[in-house]
Antibody, heavy 113, light 107 residues
Framework: EVQLVESGGGLVQPGGSLRLSCSAS????????MHWVRQAPGKGLEYVSA????????YYADSVRGRFTVSRDNSKNTLFLQMSSLRTEDTAVYYC??????WGQGTLVTVSS | EIVLTQSPATLSLSPGERATLSCRAS??????LLWYQQKPGQAPRFLIY???NRAAGIPARFSGSGSGTDFTLTISSLEPEDFAVYYC?????????FGQGTKLEIK
């Protein structure tokens, strides 16, 4: 059974940083592209980032490019999202997913002073 | 960026009725269109890939159609558990994008 467990969310002040992790199990992590999607409270879904199986190719939404960095450690079956220069509009539940069937439960990031 | 526009924003129907949800793309996405269902407090559930293919375990009452810029998700006979928010998503061009969602509510 595929399991994706996000962690690292929390309350951070505007301008601050946070690193999200997504621990994967139940499949060959190193064979799969992985994605991050977020959902602001009461709003729709927004793609944030994607990373190729080997980590050599990354994609970012315009809204986060230059501030967020996606990476992975295939030896530890873990996906990361390093978020810096956080803004109030980054407040959301962040989901990692193995495209497109398997989603984590999400981790809430709140950016507020 | 490809913009996906879903209609209607809200659809009020009764169990047993047929639901037709629309998703229109600002430019062609070929058949690279997905559909999800989301219930409150839950992660999205993957329903349809590449416009018309049901994901594993998805009931046959769910069907998708379309190509290019116009797509439809049809639920042939609504069950009580089908009332939720539905999103379309394109995977043709990065940045991948979602529609704003259609809320399917009980009439």
């Amino acid at each position: 059974e595929v399991q994706l467990v996000e962690s690292g969310g929390g309350l951070v002040q505007p301008g601050g940083s946070l690193r999200l992790s997504c621990s994967a199990s139940g499949f060959t992590f190193s064979d799969n592209t992985m994605h991050w999607v977020r959902q602001a409270p009461g709003k729709g879904l927004e793609y944030v980032s994607a990373i190729s199986s080997g980590g050599g190719t990354t994609y970012y939404a315009d809204s986060v490019r230059g501030r967020f960095t996606v990476s992975r450690d295939n030896s530890k079956n873990t996906l990361f999202l390093q978020m810096s220069s956080l803004r109030t509009e980054d407040t959301a539940v962040y989901y990692c997913l193995k495209p497109y069937v398997d989603w984590g439960q999400g981790t809430l990031v709140t950016v507020s002073s | 960026e490809i913009v996906l526009t879903q209609s209607p924003a809200t659809l009020s129907l009764s169990p047993g009725e047929r639901a037709t949800l629309s998703c229109r793309a600002s430019q062609s996405v070929s058949s690279y269109l997905l559909w999800y269902q989301q219930k409150p407090g839950q992660a999205p559930r993957f329903l349809i890939y590449d416009a018309s293919n049901r994901a594993a375990g998805i009931p046959a009452r769910f069907s998708g159609s379309g190509s290019g810029t116009d797509f439809t998700l049809t639920i042939s006979s609504l069950e009580p558990e089908d009332f939720a928010v539905y999103y379309c998503q394109q995977r043709s061009n990065w940045p991948y994008t979602f529609g704003q969602g259609t809320k399917l509510e009980i009439k």
